[in-house]
């Protein structure tokens, strides 16, 4: 095989293996930054031996194996030196030496699934920050480089690293967060790591335009963790939520920017654009979402009412009654006052601009939309619709002032003057 | 990157048909590719004999019924997988082949992979 040809296949078995083999070395070896180190001696070998040898038949295998007699290797020096190794090298040494590799090596992918979500826990250990968090998860679970976070996150290859560094300092010294929690810790657990994959797809998702490949690439990875998710915790209807809005929201991807990168706000978004295969793939997520729990959590909320959009085949046909009583269900969750916002939207539209100002009206005096470009800018609309042009241009002023965005300044600017025109 | 892998070959199966084993072994092979968020959707067609190739030649348009006993290969199954790279489509592509190998002694075939594409020309995410 030639040399490039061979290393392009390594990559490849890497980035399909890289997770699984961390998350089960994490298992055996009880240290993060160790169990990755491992896992990139088992690489650099397989970068030497597979170009002559040939892809294994069994790669994964060949890559635990590896790994594995490394970390024999390194607590048998490590004994001589430290004794906490060494208990952790005499308990997992018997299983390791074993001459018997294929066997040892079938029994720790075995509960490679369980080591899987594990690793997702310990990504999104409460000790870490969100920066840290996500970082983790992108380069444990996803297997991206270094190179491709800092891209990412538009920041440099050294702050990622540092990061990672500072990451499995406190995991570390956190103590015990290597342990599964259970009870309520789990689910907490549970809800931060999909609150880690919803960050990360809004990450992709919320850059338009440009030509930044590494962008889509980070919602497709958000994508594919929550299929992981799915996989490992079938019964849990969040995940299935979170997975349906996530591919809800992917389908309008294409629609969502004009070709200068403009972009296109849902109800104006061309229809016949969005990608059916997500659609459906988002709807079939919210059904089994729906089918394992009758009280719907945030996840499921948002993408019932992501799936109120796609399901209609023009804008007009959309059951705005059905969105504004699931913003309800959502603002009962504790949901921000943007939720409010987003239902007096929903009521407008269902109801009439009349029934929805009353709504907002109710929150203009709250602080945490003070300062919020969108206030204005829903009041404008609903007060335009119903005649009022002169407050209607008021606001729509005063939106203009707080939006950071260039292009809605203009558009906002733009609804101010016509509220002037006559008619 | 999204890829539909077809599996091909001989449906005469002159190599007998498929043992338990390899049911068993698609099988893990399928829970793995759900797990590791490789695998998107995925199933089998039915004998050549239940379908039909309608075609258009010298502006004629036929309907030849099934079975297809000319083809030497037919597709058995599909996949569609979301990867980052071809290369990666291309080793699940191998091992299921291996799987092939390993569990289905004397059979041939093969597995043609191709990217998916959207409406728009560009490739599918």
């Known amino acids: 095989m030639p040399q490039q040809d061979a290393s392009r296949a390594i990559a490849a078995v890497w980035r399909l293996e890289s997770t699984r083999l961390i998350a089960a070395l994490v298992r055996i070896v009880r240290d993060v930054g160790f169990a990755e180190d491992l896992a990139q001696e088992a690489l650099v070998a397989a970068l030497a031996q597979w170009p002559a040898a040939g892809i294994p038949d069994n790669p994964a295998a060949w890559l635990m194996t590896t790994a594995k007699r490394r970390a024999v290797d390194q607590f048998r020096q490590a004994e001589r030196r430290d004794r906490s190794y060494a208990v952790i090298g005499r308990e997992q040494g018997g299983e390791m030496v074993d001459d018997d590799v294929a066997a040892t090596v079938i029994n720790a992918m075995d509960h490679v699934e369980d080591d899987v979500l594990r690793l997702m826990f310990i990504c999104c250990h409460p000790a870490l920050t969100i920066d840290a968090q996500t970082t983790l998860t992108l380069k444990l679970v996803g297997g991206l480089i270094t190179k491709e976070i800092a891209r990412s996150f538009l920041t440099s290859e050294a702050t990622v690293a540092q990061r990672v560094v500072r990451a499995k300092r406190t995991l570390a010294e956190a103590g015990g967060a290597l342990e599964e929690p259970d009870g309520a810790a789990r689910a907490s657990r549970l809800a931060a790591v999909l609150s880690v994959v919803y960050l990360l797809f809004n990450e992709g998702y919320s850059a338009t335009g440009g030509d930044d490949w590494m962008r889509p690439a980070l919602c497709a990875e958000a994508l594919r963790l929550g299929r992981i998710l799915g996989a490992l915790q079938p019964d849990n209807s969040e995940v299935h939520g979170l997975s349906a809005l996530m591919e809800l929201q992917s389908a309008r991807t294409r629609a969502r920017s004009g070709p200068d990168g403009t972009p296109i706000l849902l109800l104006d978004q061309d229809r016949s654009r969005w990608d059916r295969t997500h659609l459906r793939r988002g709807l079939a997520e919210l059904a089994r979402a729906e089918a394992l729990c009758k009280q719907p959590g945030n996840y499921q909320l948002q993408a019932a009412i992501a799936a109120c959009h796609g399901r209609a085949p023009t804008a007009a046909d959309t059951d705005w009654a059905r969105i504004a009583e699931l913003y309800e269900q959502l603002a009962r969750l504790g949901g921000s006052p943007v939720v409010e916002l987003n239902r007096a939207v929903a009521l407008s539209m269902a109801y009439g601009p009349a029934t929805g100002l009353t709504l907002v009206d109710q929150l203009v005096d709250l602080p945490a939309l003070r300062n919020y470009h969108l206030l204005p800018s829903v009041r404008g609309d609903l007060l335009f619709k119903l005649g009022r042009h002169a407050e209607a241009r008021a606001e729509f002023e005063r939106a203009a002032t707080l939006t950071k965005h260039t292009r809605e300044r203009a558009m906002l600017l733009n609804r101010a003057a016509a509220c002037a025109e006559p008619g | ?125």
Request: hydrophobic fraction near 40%; charged fraction near 20%.
């Open chain 2, 1 to 125: 990157m999204r890829f539909m892998s077809f599996i091909k070959s001989d449906e005469s199966m002159p190599w007998g048909p498929p043992p338990p084993a390899l049911f068993e072994a698609m099988g893990q092979f399928a829970k793995e590719g759900y797990e590791n968020g490789t695998l998107v959707e995925q199933g089998g067609l039915g004998a050549s004999g239940q379908g039909a190739i309608v075609s258009l030649v010298d502006n004629t348009i036929t309907v030849l019924d099934g079975p297809f006993t000319e083809a030497k290969e037919l597709i058995g199954g599909y996949a569609v997988t979301e990867v980052r790279t071809k290369e990666e489509a291309i080793e699940l592509g191998r091992r299921l082949l291996q799987i092939h190998l390993d569990n289905w002694p004397g059979w041939q075939g093969s597995c043609e992979i191709r990217q998916l594409f959207a409406d728009d020309g560009a490739p599918a995410t």
